[in-house]
Protein backbone atom coordinates (compact mmCIF):
# COMPACT_ATOMS: atom_id res chain seq x y z
CA UNK A 1 0.00 0.00 0.00
CA UNK A 2 1.16 3.18 -0.87
CA UNK A 3 1.25 4.67 3.01
CA UNK A 4 3.69 1.51 3.51
CA UNK A 5 5.94 2.56 0.91
CA UNK A 6 6.61 6.03 2.30
CA UNK A 7 7.07 4.30 5.97
CA UNK A 8 10.07 2.14 4.61
CA UNK A 9 11.66 5.00 2.96
CA UNK A 10 11.99 6.18 6.94
CA UNK A 11 13.21 2.97 7.94
CA UNK A 12 15.49 2.18 4.89
CA UNK A 13 19.04 2.00 4.95
CA UNK A 14 20.94 5.04 2.61
CA UNK A 15 23.87 6.87 3.14
CA UNK A 16 23.44 10.89 3.78
CA UNK A 17 24.95 13.41 1.25
CA UNK A 18 26.00 16.80 1.66
CA UNK A 19 24.61 19.69 -0.60
CA UNK A 20 27.34 19.73 -2.90
CA UNK A 21 27.85 16.10 -3.23
CA UNK A 22 24.60 15.20 -3.91
CA UNK A 23 24.40 17.93 -6.71
CA UNK A 24 27.45 16.80 -8.36
CA UNK A 25 26.56 13.07 -8.12
CA UNK A 26 22.63 13.53 -9.23
CA UNK A 27 23.41 15.98 -12.36
CA UNK A 28 26.08 12.80 -12.99
CA UNK A 29 23.23 10.44 -13.05
CA UNK A 30 20.77 12.45 -14.79
CA UNK A 31 22.97 13.08 -17.79
CA UNK A 32 22.90 9.29 -18.75
CA UNK A 33 19.19 8.30 -17.48
CA UNK A 34 16.46 7.17 -19.67
CA UNK A 35 13.07 6.72 -19.03
CA UNK A 36 10.83 7.85 -16.34
CA UNK A 37 12.64 9.75 -13.47
CA UNK A 38 9.93 10.43 -10.48
CA UNK A 39 9.93 13.32 -7.90
CA UNK A 40 7.27 14.10 -5.42
CA UNK A 41 7.42 17.43 -3.67
CA UNK A 42 5.45 17.20 0.04
CA UNK A 43 6.43 20.44 1.76
CA UNK A 44 4.99 23.84 0.97
CA UNK A 45 7.69 26.37 1.41
CA UNK A 46 11.70 26.12 0.56
CA UNK A 47 13.96 28.58 1.08
CA UNK A 48 15.86 29.42 -2.91
CA UNK A 49 18.03 32.55 -2.30
CA UNK A 50 20.03 30.83 -5.17
CA UNK A 51 16.79 31.39 -7.45
CA UNK A 52 16.71 35.49 -8.22
CA UNK A 53 13.15 34.89 -9.11
CA UNK A 54 12.45 33.27 -5.67
CA UNK A 55 14.38 36.26 -4.01
CA UNK A 56 12.26 38.76 -5.80
CA UNK A 57 9.41 37.50 -4.75
CA UNK A 58 10.37 37.10 -1.15
CA UNK A 59 11.11 40.81 -1.63
CA UNK A 60 7.69 41.63 -2.57
CA UNK A 61 8.49 42.18 -6.55
CA UNK A 62 5.92 40.20 -7.90
CA UNK A 63 6.91 41.92 -11.34
CA UNK A 64 10.29 41.53 -11.16
CA UNK A 65 10.09 37.79 -9.93
CA UNK A 66 8.16 36.89 -13.08
CA UNK A 67 10.16 38.68 -15.40
CA UNK A 68 13.25 36.88 -14.09
CA UNK A 69 11.13 33.59 -14.43
CA UNK A 70 10.47 34.21 -18.32
CA UNK A 71 14.44 34.51 -18.62
CA UNK A 72 14.71 31.11 -17.43
CA UNK A 73 15.98 28.22 -19.48
CA UNK A 74 13.38 25.18 -18.34
CA UNK A 75 14.31 23.16 -20.83
CA UNK A 76 18.07 23.10 -20.57
CA UNK A 77 18.03 21.22 -17.38
CA UNK A 78 15.94 18.87 -17.89
CA UNK A 79 17.26 15.15 -18.03
CA UNK A 80 18.24 14.82 -21.85
CA UNK A 81 17.26 10.94 -22.04
CA UNK A 82 14.75 11.03 -19.63
CA UNK A 83 11.14 12.02 -18.63
CA UNK A 84 10.29 14.19 -15.58
CA UNK A 85 7.43 13.21 -13.79
CA UNK A 86 7.04 15.68 -10.81
CA UNK A 87 4.19 15.20 -8.31
CA UNK A 88 3.63 18.48 -6.48
CA UNK A 89 1.30 18.06 -3.79
CA UNK A 90 -0.47 21.42 -3.11
CA UNK A 91 -2.39 23.04 -0.15
CA UNK A 92 -4.98 25.54 -0.72
CA UNK A 93 -4.64 28.40 -0.53
CA UNK A 94 -1.40 28.74 -1.42
CA UNK A 95 1.97 29.84 0.71
CA UNK A 96 3.80 32.62 -1.22
CA UNK A 97 6.14 30.41 -1.91
CA UNK A 98 3.93 27.71 -3.70
CA UNK A 99 2.24 30.21 -5.23
CA UNK A 100 5.41 31.27 -6.94
CA UNK A 101 6.40 28.10 -7.33
CA UNK A 102 3.03 26.50 -9.50
CA UNK A 103 3.93 29.61 -12.06
CA UNK A 104 7.35 28.16 -11.93
CA UNK A 105 6.29 24.75 -12.58
CA UNK A 106 3.55 25.59 -14.91
CA UNK A 107 6.22 27.08 -17.53
CA UNK A 108 8.67 23.91 -16.65
CA UNK A 109 5.51 21.74 -17.85
CA UNK A 110 5.17 23.82 -21.34
CA UNK A 111 9.31 23.71 -22.04
CA UNK A 112 8.70 19.71 -21.73
CA UNK A 113 8.27 18.04 -17.73
CA UNK A 114 5.22 16.26 -16.62
CA UNK A 115 4.44 18.25 -13.19
CA UNK A 116 1.29 17.63 -11.97
CA UNK A 117 -0.70 19.22 -8.85
CA UNK A 118 -2.64 17.05 -6.54
CA UNK A 119 -4.35 18.36 -3.44
CA UNK A 120 -3.25 17.58 0.35
CA UNK A 121 -6.50 16.10 1.20
CA UNK A 122 -5.78 13.46 -1.11
CA UNK A 123 -2.53 12.28 0.65
CA UNK A 124 -4.11 12.55 4.21
CA UNK A 125 -4.33 9.61 4.68
CA UNK A 126 -0.81 8.25 3.93
CA UNK A 127 0.12 10.87 6.46
CA UNK A 128 -0.40 9.63 9.98
CA UNK A 129 2.54 9.78 11.05
CA UNK A 130 4.34 11.93 9.31
CA UNK A 131 4.16 13.80 6.03
CA UNK A 132 5.34 12.23 2.45
CA UNK A 133 8.94 12.47 2.07
CA UNK A 134 10.64 14.69 -0.53
CA UNK A 135 11.28 11.74 -3.05
CA UNK A 136 13.66 11.24 -6.49
CA UNK A 137 13.45 7.62 -8.15
CA UNK A 138 15.84 7.75 -10.74
CA UNK A 139 16.07 3.66 -11.25
CA UNK A 140 14.57 0.62 -9.89
CA UNK A 141 18.36 0.38 -7.94
CA UNK A 142 18.64 4.64 -7.05
CA UNK A 143 16.61 6.97 -5.36
CA UNK A 144 17.20 9.74 -3.27
CA UNK A 145 14.87 11.67 0.16
CA UNK A 146 16.17 15.13 -0.58
CA UNK A 147 17.00 17.21 3.28
CA UNK A 148 16.02 20.06 3.91
CA UNK A 149 16.52 22.23 7.20
CA UNK A 150 14.04 23.77 9.59
CA UNK A 151 13.87 26.52 7.24
CA UNK A 152 13.52 24.91 3.74
CA UNK A 153 17.29 25.13 3.12
CA UNK A 154 18.01 22.23 0.81
CA UNK A 155 21.35 20.75 2.88
CA UNK A 156 21.28 17.22 0.75
CA UNK A 157 20.05 13.80 -0.21
CA UNK A 158 19.86 10.41 1.51
CA UNK A 159 21.20 7.90 -0.95
CA UNK A 160 18.76 4.66 -1.08
CA UNK A 161 19.32 1.47 -3.39
CA UNK A 162 16.87 -0.85 -1.37
CA UNK A 163 15.40 -2.10 -4.60
CA UNK A 164 12.26 -3.51 -2.86
CA UNK A 165 11.76 -0.13 -1.21
CA UNK A 166 12.37 1.95 -4.63
CA UNK A 167 9.96 -0.32 -6.38
CA UNK A 168 7.09 0.52 -3.45
CA UNK A 169 7.43 4.05 -3.57
CA UNK A 170 7.68 4.39 -7.55
CA UNK A 171 4.59 2.41 -7.58
CA UNK A 172 3.11 4.67 -4.72
CA UNK A 173 3.60 7.64 -6.72
CA UNK A 174 2.66 6.56 -10.13
CA UNK A 175 -0.87 5.64 -8.26
CA UNK A 176 -0.56 9.15 -6.79
CA UNK A 177 0.12 11.01 -9.93
CA UNK A 178 -2.45 8.96 -11.88
CA UNK A 179 -5.23 10.70 -9.94
CA UNK A 180 -3.16 14.54 -9.82
CA UNK A 181 -3.86 17.14 -12.57
CA UNK A 182 -1.57 18.39 -15.51
CA UNK A 183 0.62 21.76 -13.67
CA UNK A 184 -0.38 24.07 -16.23
CA UNK A 185 -4.61 23.29 -15.73
CA UNK A 186 -4.08 23.41 -12.44
CA UNK A 187 -2.00 26.78 -12.42
CA UNK A 188 -4.92 28.35 -14.72
CA UNK A 189 -7.15 27.59 -12.95
CA UNK A 190 -6.28 27.79 -9.30
CA UNK A 191 -3.63 30.44 -9.17
CA UNK A 192 -3.35 32.64 -12.48
CA UNK A 193 -6.05 34.94 -10.73
CA UNK A 194 -4.56 35.31 -7.81
CA UNK A 195 -3.04 38.18 -6.27
CA UNK A 196 0.91 38.63 -5.75
CA UNK A 197 1.98 36.76 -3.05
CA UNK A 198 2.77 38.57 0.15
CA UNK A 199 6.20 37.37 -0.05
CA UNK A 200 8.47 37.05 2.86
CA UNK A 201 10.37 33.84 3.90
CA UNK A 202 8.62 31.81 6.04
CA UNK A 203 10.14 30.34 9.22
CA UNK A 204 9.54 27.29 9.33
CA UNK A 205 8.62 25.16 6.16
CA UNK A 206 5.36 23.50 5.49
CA UNK A 207 7.20 20.74 3.81
CA UNK A 208 16.19 20.60 -5.94
Not at 111 to 121: D, S
Request: aromatic fraction near 6%.
Amino acid sequence: MPGEAFEHVRQAAGEVLPAARYRTELYDHLRRMEGVVWKLERAQHFHEPDTPSWVAMTSGDWDRSLALMGEMRFADDLPPRAELRRLRIVEMPPTPYLQWEIVLLAARTRAGERARALHARSVRHLERSAPLPELLILNRDLMYEILYDEIGAHVGGRRITDTRVIGECARAIAELYARAEDMVAFHDREVAHLPPPAGGVLSRPGHP
